[in-house]
Nanobody, 124 residues
């Protein structure tokens, strides 16, 4: 089952965007969803994660207070609300799903299904 990320684009510093991650045709349960990002020339890094039940979330220190992860169970969709964007938030953003467990400090290998990525560019 593929994930479909969308919502990226070009925004000025201080602006906002909301990314979406849809899982059409999903037939198995999700335990957690996560967002990662990969800045140009750098490794993929953790941004935020949510337990699918909605009662636990975790954020990278660099985005705390600015980004909000959420999910809509009925739509099988996860979201990443991004406010007060900075040029250093520029990256390709990936969503991912973990069918087995939730981790508050996840790494790439914790997730077994990934979306194709959506580019976020923040201009100064």
């Amino acid at each position: 089952v593929q994930l479909q990320a969308s919502g990226g684009g070009l925004v000025q510093a201080g602006g906002s965007l909301r990314l979406s991650c849809a899982a059409p045709g999903r037939t198995y349960s999700t335990y957690a969803m996560g967002w990662f990002r990969q800045p140009p020339g750098k490794e993929r890094e953790f941004v935020a994660t949510i337990k699918w039940s909605g009662d636990r979330t975790s954020y990278a220190d660099s985005v705390k207070g600015r980004f909000t992860i959420s999910r809509d169970i009925a739509k099988n969709t996860a979201y990443l609300g991004m406010n007060s964007l900075k040029p250093e938030d520029t990256a390709v953003y990936y969503c991912a799903a973990n069918r087995l467990y939730y981790s508050g400090s996840p790494v790439v290998t914790d997730f077994d299904t990934w979306g194709q990525g959506t580019l976020v560019t923040v201009s100064s």
